[in-house]
């Protein structure tokens, strides 16, 4: 399904907010790697699927009244046999409905696999009523969450945009690898950037896309998590 059918299909199901799994078909088709994720409504879908994955697996639940999944036990990792899996998509369902209560909605939960660990970043993309789509770049974790440590540029950027923001952050140092962790890929982190703003600029109707995580390697990056708002 293209970028243009899966908003339609949201808007006509009066969403405004894409699925994980939406919004991770949609910026693939736009050239930016994710951990391609697959709706299971049952047990048996998600072993299938996680079994097509590869070993180990992610869960994570599917549910328009869940924003922050981990927060309320929906994200289980490191999944590594159909026993686990199966075990996880039930843990799942009963964290989120305790967290939410009985008549929360589930859809199911995605299934992905379990991206090697790197170093997290986030790129966000939010509308100023002044200047537009403006994206953000920072190191993920506390680090953007306490610290507020991030870089901020108009859309669209150039490449010379992308260069700085990746390099003006305070937690920089931490892309270059430290204590004989890998260093990030900084061209794959400017490419990402680039990516995503030409993305906003194509879509004007998306208001807001979060890339939280970015895992990003030696060589290359991945999103592991996604989420968009179409207006
Ligand atoms: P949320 O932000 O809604 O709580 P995430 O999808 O970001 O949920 O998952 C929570 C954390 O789990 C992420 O920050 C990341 O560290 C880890 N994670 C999520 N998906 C994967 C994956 N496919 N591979 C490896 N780690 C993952
Ligand atoms: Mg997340």
Do not use: C, W
Request: aromatic share 4%; no cysteine.
């Amino acid at each position: 399904m293209s970028i243009v059918d899966v908003i339609d299909r949201a808007k006509a199901e009066g969403r405004t907010v894409l699925t994980e799994i939406e919004s991770k078909q949609v910026l693939e088709e736009a050239g930016i790697p994710t951990t391609t994720a697959r709706l299971a409504k049952t047990a048996e879908e998600a072993v299938n699927a996680a079994k097509e994955f590869g070993y180990p697996a992610v869960l994570k639940v599917v549910s328009p009244d869940v924003t922050h999944k981990s927060d309320v036990g929906g994200v289980r990792l490191g999944l590594d046999s159909p026993e686990a899996v199966a075990a996880a998509f039930g843990e799942i369902a009963q964290a989120v409905k305790s967290a939410l209560g009985g008549d929360a909605r589930i859809d199911g939960v995605a299934v992905q696999k379990m991206a090697r660990p790197g170093i997290e970043v986030i790129i966000g993309m939010s509308k100023d009523p002044q200047f537009g789509p403006v994206l953000m770049f920072g190191l993920g974790g506390i680090l953007v969450e306490v610290l507020k440590d991030v870089a901020f540029r108009i859309v669209p950027l150039e490449p010379r945009d992308a260069r700085q923001m990746v390099r003006e952050i305070k937690g920089f140092p931490v892309l270059q690898g430290f204590r004989g962790q890998e260093p990030a890929d900084l061209e794959a982190l400017e490419k990402l950037l680039l990516k995503v703003s030409a993305f906003v600029e194509a879509h004007p109707e998306i208001e807001e896309l979060d890339l939280n995580p970015v895992f990003a390697y030696k060589d290359g990056a991945i999103a592991v998590d996604a989420r968009i708002v179409v207006g």
